[in-house]
């Protein structure tokens, strides 16, 4: 077992306890990928699958696991919702690399500077943020070009100890995903044009920005090359504008 493999696993059971899941598609050569990094006696082997589920009121729930050994394991999970609600995105970057653990939690909001918006989508989970702040410390330096992305709540941290992962990461990836889900299951879908064109413009500039920022393409294009991870990115990853262009989301 792996170190985030329990995450995935619950947060897909509790995601299947409390919505009608149903598959989303992931492009044929993406659901596993596998390749040999290193040389000699540091070979090893670097795997990576991908999961994807949609349901009424979210367009994407999909994951990235990354897996090569006890220093390199990775969980990237995102929560995109349709875009006729003014949700925001769940994400979570949850990141081990041999210098250590990285750890992002965040409803990352449509709106950041809206104080309507931080009062129904922020401020409701600051107590479970702040819960979580004696164990899990501000992790520091971050890019300053990111900020528009998180919110107020954003869980951001570098744990010393793996069992601080396996036990308060665990625990607040958990609440986190639980408070998310007692949104959507709030959320009434919007009928303004006006307010539904700006959800859309909010929605593909978080997707450009991560999509163009990726911290994993350098690792991914190391492993799996240039056009399998470019693919990955803007055909899995962070599909929107595919998706629109293909027009199977108006
Ligand atoms: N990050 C992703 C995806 C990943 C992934 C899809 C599938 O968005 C992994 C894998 N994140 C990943 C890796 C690293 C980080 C780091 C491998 C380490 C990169 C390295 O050190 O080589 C939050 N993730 C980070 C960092 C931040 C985040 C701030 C620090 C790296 C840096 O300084 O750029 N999550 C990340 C982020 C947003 C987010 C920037 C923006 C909205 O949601």
New binding site residues.
Partial sequence: MTLYQPFLDDAIAYLQSRLELMPYPIPSGFEYKSAITGKGKNQEEVVTTSYGFCAPKLRQIRA?H?QGGKSLQ?L?FVIFPDLNYDLPFF?A?L?T?PGGH?I?LDM?PLFRDDPDYQAKYSAPILPIFESYRQHLPWGGD??EE?RP??SPAFLWTRPKETTDVETHVFAAFKDYLKAYLDFVEQAEPVMDTQALATIKQAQLRYLR??AE????R??FKRFYGQEWTEEYIHGF?FDLERKLTESVVS
């Fill in positions: 990235a990354v990775v990237n994400g970057d990141v690399l990285l992002a990352q971050f890019p990111a992305f998180f920005y991560r920022k990726d911290p994993a350098g690792m990853l």
